[in-house]
Nanobody
């Protein structure tokens, strides 16, 4: 059974940093691309970053470039999303998802499996 479990969310002050984790099981982690998404209250889900399986290429939404860093540790079957200089507008539920062909799809659409999310709340 495929499982993706996000962790690391919580209440943080604006300007701080946070690292989210996505622990994976039930599939060959190395083969899959991994994406991070977020959904703020009252808004649609937004793809923020993706990392491919083959060469570890990384992609970011324009809205988060320079502050978000995606990474993966294939030995630990875990992906990470570091968020620096947190802003109130970063408040959202953050989800990880994986794509079976190993490449980050355009717009990060078409992911195959999803986690249940972790809540990040940024206080101003």
């Amino acid at each position: 059974e495929v499982q993706l479990v996000e962790s690391g969310g919580g209440l943080v002050q604006a300007g701080g940093s946070l690292r989210l984790s996505c622990a994976a099981s039930g599939f060959t982690f190395d083969d899959y691309a991994i994406g991070w998404f977020r959904q703020a209250p009252g808004k649609e889900r937004e793809g923020v970053s993706c990392i491919s399986s083959r060469d570890g290429s990384t992609y970011y939404a324009d809205s988060v470039k320079g502050r978000f860093t995606i990474s993966r540790d294939n030995a630990k079957n875990t992906a990470y999303l570091r968020i620096d200089s947190l802003k109130f507008l970063d408040t959202a539920v953050y989800y990880c998802a994986v794509e079976r062909w190993g490449s980050c799809p355009p717009g990060f659409h078409g992911m195959d499996y999803w986690g249940k999310g972790t809540l990040v709340t940024v206080s101003s």
